[in-house]
């Protein structure tokens, strides 16, 4: 399988393009012509993953947090880092990482916790603003339908759980062909009137390029009249964190031991329990202190996530249970989805999860 095959169905899922600014996430070693006989899903790439992959001949790794995050200027092997980086391209292995973009989609880092909590209604806890773009095209009547369901289909018209949403006006167009054109109707050189229908349809700019192609592909025109314009709407399906409901509200020390049953976490650090049960959850995997605000005044009674400060837990405020679960536990699911988004593409694929844990905190 062809390395750029394999990235492509990783980025359909998790658009590197929604990657946070400080990260590094994508292919970090590797050429995507290369050829891949076997990949290795990991969640920290580690010397001894790496020998995994050696062992098991994959020449592809795929993990949750990139291996080099902030530059390299020498690689001499002083540190984990370098040594790794030494490693994979001296046995000929790619590697590649999806972090914060698939955190960053409502399907990504925090789905597989959400269903293993029975989570339904799940919206973005902190859904961004400026992904959205909203085309205006001028299509002419007989062929409206065709072209907005090319736009359907390219991933255009979704707003939340609503698919298909488009918004048209009819109107006249006009226009005068020149020589060397071929215009689709009217005659060369004469002024020439058509019904068209004025057709409005949102999409998140991620999906650009295939939109103007599907745009362009379906439209009879020669040269299409089309607008597209960024706007500032928040969507439901990118940012960071996710909340969801329980079908059942349930007692806080049940749902942490829950909580830890499911993700084998050793220990949790939680905030005083304020006697109530909980049924909206708050989840964000990794690092999530930077959501407790978000998490209490979206009505969370629970917020799970990892890396949480001594001082950050004074932020509960006696009005929502925040448990640190641990960075390594909140985000293990990732292998997981990894696997299933891959085999779902390209199931004769070998793709197979690493048998290591890479998480570098132990408890006594
Ligand atoms: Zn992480």
Do not use: W
Request: glycine share 8%; with cysteine; charged share 25%.
């Amino acid at each position: 399988m062809i390395l750029s095959k394999i990235i492509s169905v990783i980025e359909a899922y998790a658009p590197l393009s929604l990657q946070e600014s400080y990260d590094n996430a994508g292919l970090i070693i590797g050429n995507s012509k290369e050829y891949i006989t076997k990949a290795l899903i990991c969640f920290d790439v580690t010397e001894d993953v790496i020998d995994e992959a050696i062992k098991i001949g994959a020449n592809l790794i795929i993990s949750h947090h990139p291996i080099i995050f902030g530059g390299l200027k020498k690689i001499n092997g002083r540190n984990y880092v370098e040594r790794i980086v030494i490693k994979a391209i001296k046995n000929d292995i790619a590697l590649y990482a999806a972090h914060t973009n698939l955190d960053n989609i409502i399907n990504g880092t925090n789905k597989i916790l959400a269903e293993k909590l029975g989570l339904k209604n799940i919206k973005t806890l902190s859904p961004q603003a400026g992904m959205l773009n909203k085309l205006i095209v001028y299509v002419p009547l007989a062929h409206k339908e065709k072209v907005q369901q090319s736009l359907f289909d390219a991933g255009a018209g979704h707003i939340g759980n609503y698919d298909s949403c488009s918004f048209e006006t009819q109107g006249t167009g006009t226009f005068r062909a020149s020589e060397g054109s071929n215009p689709f109707v009217g005659s060369i050189g004469e002024i020439h009137k058509e019904d068209e229908i004025r057709l409005e349809i949102i999409f998140p700019s991620h999906l650009k390029g295939r939109i103007i192609s599907a745009l362009l592909s379906s439209h009879p025109y020669e040269e299409v009249a089309y607008d597209i314009y960024k706007i500032e709407n928040k969507t439901n399906n990118i940012g960071a964190g996710i909340i969801g409901e329980m079908d059942v509200a349930e007692d806080e020390l049940l749902f942490l031991k829950k909580v830890k049953k499911i993700t084998s976490a050793k220990g949790i650090k939680h905030t005083d329990f304020l006697k109530k049960k909980v049924k909206k959850i708050a989840i964000c995997g990794g690092s999530g202190a930077f959501l407790i605000n978000k998490a209490k005044s979206a009505g969370a009674d629970a917020y799970i996530t990892g890396d949480i400060k001594y001082h950050e837990f004074f932020d509960a405020d006696n009005s929502i249970l925040i448990a640190d679960i641990g960075h390594y536990e909140s985000e293990q699911f990732t292998n997981t989805l990894l696997f299933s988004i891959i085999k779902e593409k390209i199931p004769t694929f070998a793709v197979q999860i690493s048998d290591i844990s890479t998480n570098p905190v132990n408890y006594l």
